[in-house]
């Protein structure tokens, strides 16, 4: 089944049903969430509407984390996934999204970027 963003309500407040004058069209195509995991690293380049390129990250070890102590930014390894606000089901498959907190080698941080849009992944540390 292809997936839409096409807007409108498609039930009235009395619960009948509004009969759309208007199919689909290629303009409001979606697509699948990128669901990005820990693992090797592995992008994807996709073509948005007016011909722009929006970079996936589909898997990743690595992550730019900001400490706001020393203003300093460093490169490190992601071990794992602890929590996540936007989904608990996420932190138990490993998937990152924006403001999901992981485990590295420097300690914990919290991801500030939006690895399926951006094509990396940021983070600040906690602690």
Same mark, same amino acid.
């Given at each position: 089944?292809?997936?839409?963003?096409?807007?409108?309500?498609?039930?009235?407040?009395?619960?009948?049903?509004?009969?759309?004058?208007?199919?689909?069209?290629?303009?409001?195509?979606?697509?699948?969430?990128?669901?990005?995991?820990?693992?090797?690293? =592995?992008?994807?380049?996709?073509? #948005? @509407?007016? !011909?722009?390129? +929006?970079?996936?990250?589909?898997?990743?070890? /690595?992550?730019?984390?900001?400490?706001?102590?020393?203003?300093?930014?460093?490169?490190?390894?992601?071990?794992?996934?602890?929590?996540?606000?936007?989904?608990?089901?996420?932190?138990?498959?490993?998937?990152?999204? =924006?403001?999901?907190?992981?485990? #590295? @080698?420097? !300690?914990?941080? +919290?991801?500030?970027?939006?690895?399926?849009? /951006?094509?990396?992944?940021?983070?600040?540390?906690?602690?």
């Amino acid at each position: 089944m292809v997936i839409t963003q096409k807007a409108g309500l498609r039930r009235k407040a009395s619960g009948g049903r509004y009969h759309p004058l208007k199919g689909k069209k290629k303009c409001h195509i979606g697509r699948k969430s990128s669901e990005t995991k820990i693992g090797e690293t =592995k992008i994807k380049n996709i073509r #948005t @509407k007016g !011909g722009g390129l +929006k970079t996936r990250i589909l898997s990743t070890d /690595q992550v730019n984390i900001a400490d706001p102590k020393t203003k300093k930014i460093t490169k490190t390894k992601i071990i794992n996934v602890l929590e996540c606000a936007a989904n608990r089901n996420f932190a138990r498959r490993n998937i990152m999204v =924006k403001g999901t907190i992981v485990e #590295t @080698k420097l !300690g914990k941080a +919290k991801i500030t970027s939006r690895p399926g849009q /951006q094509g990396t992944v940021n983070a600040i540390l906690i602690e």
